[in-house]
């Protein structure tokens, strides 16, 4: 079992940044694959950044790639999301989520592909 826990959220301007964290349980972090993933309210959730265990595959919606940045920190349990340059299309809860996997190279999309999620952080963007 892995529990997740988001924190950094809040309330920022056009244009400004935020970094989202993280935090894992477990033994076996270093062995998941993580994403992040939104929701805006009367919006499906959806995809915004993964990160393969290994550290060395990223991948991003197009909307947020060039802007966001997902980083692990294995020895901390923790992934980060940066998030430079917010819009106000941004503003949504954002939800960590992890998954098992064998290769270290994999990551993942879609969210029923994850089998743990974090409770979400609320972050808004003011125009």
């Known amino acids: 079992q892995v529990q997740l826990v988001e924190s950094g959220g809040g309330l920022v301007q056009a244009g400004g940044s935020l970094r989202l964290s993280c935090e894992a349980s477990?033994?076996?972090?270093?062995?998941?694959?993580m994403g992040w993933f939104r929701q805006a309210p009367g919006k499906e959730r959806e995809f915004v950044a993964t990160?393969?265990?290994?550290?060395?595959?990223?991948y991003y919606e197009d909307s947020v790639r060039g802007r966001f940045t997902i980083s692990r920190g294995n020895a901390k349990n923790t992934v980060y999301l940066q998030m430079n340059s917010l819009k106000p299309e941004d503003t949504a809860v954002y939800y960590c989520?992890?998954?098992?996997?064998?290769?270290?190279?994999?990551?993942?999309?879609?969210?029923?592909?994850?089998?743990?999620w974090g409770q979400g952080t609320q972050v808004t963007v003011s125009s």
């Open positions: 477990g033994r076996t972090f270093s062995t998941y694959v």
């Open positions: 990160i393969s265990w290994s550290g060395g595959n990223t």
């Open positions: 989520a992890a998954r098992t996997t064998i290769n270290s190279g994999d990551y993942y999309l879609g969210g029923n592909e994850y089998d743990y």
